[in-house]
């Protein structure tokens, strides 16, 4: 039975993050929950990395539009050769190319998708450094450009936690975020998720009390609840880390 008690009163946040539930206690005070992660990559003297399993995209949708779009493309190519009116009538056939190059994009957006972004979006805690650093991998609608990686470091002492509800058809549930706020102040510069659960916000308290408890030079417990990967996700470990940022984040000052 966890011992937690719920801030149903108001957001102490400006502004407070949408469909707000509850603030987190700072991350500098005593926790009210026993400290407990679901998933974990490293833990040592120095950092701590979790990762972060994106739920956004159905990967096997993904596939599977890549085959549609491509079979979409032959037919509309094809198509527009078929239904021309003669050879000195050029339109369809122009069209028919058009659509084609337009399917043919969407179906290596999938297959990049797909075969190229990382499922696993980590994000590490530096306790030596009192930093967290945000893995996040950028994707555009131009499948041939490159899709860099963008790393956002922060002040553990700037960072304040809140749980919100999303009642969206393809994101429900509850949601951790950390809130980046301007240095002694309530006010958010920024925001970034941390974790989700469907139905129980006492495991993001737990989360959040795990991240409070190791940044306090604390003991934590070294074993996840769920020491597996999400089968449903089959998610692939995120790409190497930017040389810099791998080093820094890694290690003390």
């Not at 994106?54 to 190519?77: P, R």
């Not at 994009?105 to 590490?124: G, H, I, N």
């Not at 030079?217 to 940022?245: I, L, N, Y």
């Amino acid at each position: 039975m966890l011992l937690t008690s719920f801030n149903e009163s108001k957001p102490k946040l400006n502004p407070p993050i949408s469909c707000w539930r509850e603030d987190m206690p700072e991350n500098h005070e005593p926790q009210l929950v026993p400290p407990q992660l679901h998933w974990l990559t490293t833990l040592n003297d120095t950092f701590l990395e979790i990762p972060r399993y994106s739920t956004e995209v159905s990967w096997g949708g993904m596939l599977a539009s890549a085959i549609l779009m491509f079979t979409l493309g032959i037919g509309v190519g094809a198509f527009g050769f078929v239904i021309q009116g003669g050879y000195d009538d050029y339109v369809m056939t122009v069209i028919g190319l058009g659509g084609a190059f337009i399917f043919f994009c969407l179906t290596l957006f999938c297959l990049k998708m797909y075969f190229v972004q990382p499922r696993d979006q980590p994000f590490r805690l530096n306790r030596k450094r009192q930093k967290i650093y945000i893995y996040e991998y950028k994707h555009t609608f131009f499948p041939w450009l490159k899709w860099p990686v963008t790393i956002r470091s922060y002040n553990w002492a700037d960072v304040h936690g809140e749980i919100r509800y999303s009642s969206t058809r393809y994101d429900s549930g509850y949601q951790l975020f950390g809130s980046v706020c301007e240095p002694g102040t309530n006010k958010v510069v920024t925001r970034f998720l941390i974790a989700k659960e469907r139905s129980s916000r006492e495991q993001l308290c737990q989360i959040w009390s795990y991240l409070c408890v190791y940044m306090q030079h604390d003991q934590v417990v070294a074993e996840p609840d769920s020491p597996g990967r999400p089968d449903d996700w089959r998610p692939r470990k995120a790409d190497q880390w930017p040389a810099e940022m791998e080093l820094e984040s890694t290690t003390a000052p």
